[in-house]
Nanobody
Framework: QVQLVESGGGLVQPGGSLRLSCAASGIFFRINNMGWYRQAPGKERELVAV???????NYADSVKGRFTVSRDNAKNTVYLQMNSLKPDDTAVYYCNAVVNHWGRNGDYWGQGTQVTVSS
């Protein structure tokens, strides 16, 4: 079993910045992809940004140039630096990790952290 613990959400004004963190713990061989999704009220959960174990990253078009995903493999932690935040970025942000358990992959989610962008 793998636990993902998120931190860093909160209330910020438009144009502001926030940094989310997500640390994975448990017993596993390796974390493959690790990243962030979000879900706004009344909408489906969507990909924000994801990074592979090799460091490559993919972003939703809506956050390109504003958000940066990074990871520290030694700490099993992924980060999301969010700049130039907009009200449309308001959502619950969920950490996701695809973990290799010696040949079997598991898909894990954090509990979610609220990000609210409002003046």
């Amino acid at each position: 079993q793998v636990q993902l613990v998120e931190s860093g959400g909160g209330l910020v004004q438009p144009g502001g910045s926030l940094r989310l963190s997500c640390a994975a713990s448990g017993i596993f061989f390796r974390i493959n992809n690790m990243g962030w999704y979000r879900q706004a009220p009344g909408k489906e959960r969507e990909l924000v940004a994801v990074t592979s174990s090799g460091g490559s990253a993919n972003y939703a078009d809506s956050v390109k140039g504003r958000f940066t995903v990074s990871r520290d493999n030694a700490k099993n932690t992924v980060y999301l630096q969010m700049n130039s935040l907009k009200p449309d970025d308001t959502a619950v942000y969920y950490c996701n990790a695809v973990v290799n358990h010696w040949g079997r992959n598991g898909d894990y989610w954090g509990q979610g952290t609220q990000v609210t962008v409002s003046s």
